[in-house]
C-alpha cells in the first residue's frame, strides 16, 4: 500500500493546455505539500495546506491552483501551461505542521512540449 | 526566507570509504534539520534527521552533526556501499517567532557515486 500516491507518474501535453495532477496518503496526516523539483534537481516548495487549509503559497504563477477536498487528498490544477513549467512535481505530507518528516510521493514528471 | 546551502555538488568515492556532505544555513531560529535520499525516478526519502537539541546522531552507517554556532550541519556515511549512490538533500525548517511553518528549504543536492 503506496503512502503517498500521486497521478499521474508521467504526463506530456501542448503549451496552452491546462492538467491536473492528483495526489492521495493514507497516513493519517494532517499536512500536505507540493515542491517543484528543476531540471538541476533543486526541490522548491509551492503550497502547503494543513487540515484543508491553505498554510504556504510562495511566489508561484496563479496558473497553479491546489485544491484539498481533505486533509487525505491534494491536487494541483495547472492553467494555460508553459515550457518552462516542465518539471517533476512532488507531493509530500507530514504528521502536522510542526513535524517535519515528509513522505514523498513518487513524483509527476510533467513536459510541455 | 531561510537560505540553505550544500556541498559538494557531486561526491564520488571508492566502496568501503566514508563520505562526507556539507550544509549551512541561514536561519537561526531554525531547528529542525533532515537528510534525504533520492534514487533515480523516486521521490526523496528520509534517511536522518537531527534536532536543535542534539549535536550528533547516528544510525548504523549514517551520522549527522550539528553546530548551531557556526549554522552548519554535515551528512557522514562510513562504509560506502554501491547502493548508496543516490542524490542526497540536506534541508532547515522555517521557524519564524516561534511559529512553526511546516516549511522544509531544501540544499541544492549532492550527487554521490559509489564506485565498486
Known amino acids: 500500500d503506496t503512502a503517498v500516491s500521486q497521478t499521474p507518474k508521467y504526463l506530456v501535453t501542448q503549451m496552452g493546455n491546462d492538467k491536473s495532477i492528483k495526489c492521495e496518503q493514507n497516513?493519517?496526516?494532517?499536512?500536505m505539500y507540493w515542491y517543484k523539483q528543476d531540471s538541476k534537481k533543486f526541490l522548491k516548495i509551492m503550497f502547503s495546506?494543513?487540515?484543508?487549509?491553505?498554510?504556504i503559497n510562495e511566489t508561484v504563477p496563479n496558473r497553479f491552483s491546489p485544491k484539498s477536498p481533505d486533509k487525505a487528498h491534494l491536487n494541483l490544477h495547472i492553467n494555460s501551461l508553459e515550457l518552462g513549467d516542465s518539471a517533476v512535481y512532488f507531493c509530500?505530507?507530514?504528521?502536522?505542521?510542526?513535524?517535519?518528516?515528509?513522505?514523498f510521493g513518487s513524483g509527476t514528471r510533467l513536459t510541455v512540449v | 526566507g531561510e537560505n540553505v546551502e550544500q556541498h559538494p555538488s557531486t561526491l564520488s568515492v571508492q566502496e568501503g570509504d566514508s563520505a562526507v556532505i556539507k550544509c549551512t544555513y541561514s536561519?537561526?531560529?531554525?531547528?529542525?534539520f533532515p537528510w534525504y535520499k533520492q534514487e533515480l525516478g523516486k521521490g526523496p526519502q528520509l534517511i536522518i534527521d537531527?534536532?536543535?537539541?542534539?549535536g550528533e546522531k547516528k544510525d548504523q552507517r549514517i551520522a549527522v552533526t550539528l553546530n548551531k554556532t557556526a549554522k552548519h550541519f554535515s551528512l557522514h556515511i562510513t562504509e560506502t556501499q554501491p547502493e548508496d549512490s543516490a542524490v542526497y538533500f540536506c534541508?532547515?525548517?522555517?521557524?519564524?517567532?516561534?511559529?512553526?511553518?511546516?516549511?522544509?528549504?531544501f540544499g541544492q543536492g549532492t550527487i554521490l557515486t559509489v564506485h565498486p
Open positions: 537531527i534536532r536543535s537539541n542534539v
Open positions: 534541508a532547515a525548517n522555517l521557524n519564524a517567532g516561534g511559529t512553526s511553518y511546516g516549511k522544509l528549504t
Open positions: 536561519d537561526s531560529a531554525s531547528n529542525y
Open positions: 497516513l493519517g496526516h494532517d499536512t
Open positions: 495546506y494543513n487540515n484543508k487549509e491553505l498554510i
Open positions: 509530500a505530507s507530514s504528521q502536522d505542521r510542526s513535524h517535519y518528516g515528509y513522505t
